[in-house]
């Protein structure tokens, strides 16, 4: 009547086999069945990827605290006493049907931003491993394609991210960045060969659960160009001192060649006037004080 369709089951093994055979967008789960009760058939859709997400709204008799409770730990989304208010029902399954639209759209917005980003970015669980990459994650770490690196547990790229992920946990939609920012770590190729990354860890909750998010550049390039360009200043200060060295010796021998053979031929060349000025100045008294002079 207005305007859903919806399918009915009478049990809840019955409930699972629908699902499976045709995933809805919402499910309205009473707590009371046949063969197990609701909040048994909520933990198993809890437990596959495809009904992840389905929002669960639950239907019972129940108006405890305990019942409530137990709907939201099973994984329900929102919780409905009978008798039925109609105007409520209808009000709650509009609200989360529109909420998993915005949350689809979101995704696909994330999806376009993780893709688009000109950084190599990883976003991984523990227990799943990397669920999301881009391509240029791939290549940066000798992948072909993304789906080489899904499902790889992290540390097999990133030995040593733990230690570098925030110890806070932060909401997704906060979309702050941790305090490691721009850690400089070594990561691990397809091929074994390590290299260097600039990386940046966060920690972050989602709807899914704890997620390790990080964004990376590699470095190995400009950290080979600052180990050359530290061992060509290396060479300049050697060859600078060898210049230095060179120009010292220089003076060191001009120096000897002033002192020892100019300094010896003047001397001598003296001591030749001196005889001369002796022997011929009384016959030619002004020969005398030219040589003088």
Do not use: W
């Amino acid at each position: 009547a207005h305007g859903y369709k919806v399918r009915s089951a009478c049990s809840g093994g019955q409930a699972l086999e629908m699902v499976a055979a045709c995933l809805p967008q919402l499910i309205l789960l009473d707590v009371q069945m046949p063969d197990m009760n609701g909040y048994e058939v909520c933990r198993q859709l809890r437990r596959g990827a495809p009904t992840l997400a389905v929002p669960v709204i639950f239907v019972t008799g129940g108006n405890d605290v305990e019942t409530e409770n137990e709907a939201f730990d099973a994984g329900g989304d929102d919780y409905v006493s009978k008798p039925i208010n109609m105007p409520v029902l209808l009000a709650r399954v509009r609200n989360l049907l529109l909420r998993d639209v915005n949350t689809k759209d979101l995704e696909g917005k994330f999806h376009n931003v993780v893709h688009s980003s000109p950084a190599a970015l990883l976003i991984a669980t523990e227990a799943e491993g990397v669920i999301t990459a881009n391509l240029i994650a791939a290549r940066t770490f000798g992948y072909c394609a993304v789906g080489e690196l899904l499902g790889m547990p992290l540390d097999r790229l990133i030995p040593d991210y733990r230690q570098h992920l925030p110890t806070q946990t932060q909401h997704l939609a906060l979309g702050e960045v941790g305090p490691s920012n721009g850690v400089e770590i070594a990561c691990r190729r397809k091929s074994g060969d390590a290299f260097f990354v600039a990386a940046t860890f966060s920690r972050v909750m989602s709807p899914g659960g704890e997620l390790a998010m990080v964004s990376l550049q590699d470095i190995s390039d400009q950290k080979k160009l600052m180990s050359d360009l530290g061992v060509s200043r290396t060479l300049i200060r050697e060859l600078a001192a060898r210049n230095e060295a060179a120009r010292e010796m220089e003076r060191k021998h001009i120096a000897r060649d002033v002192h020892d053979e100019l300094g010896q031929v003047l001397t001598a060349l003296r001591m030749d006037i001196l005889m001369a000025r002796r022997d011929y100045q009384a016959m030619a008294p002004e020969l005398g004080g030219k040589l003088t002079d």
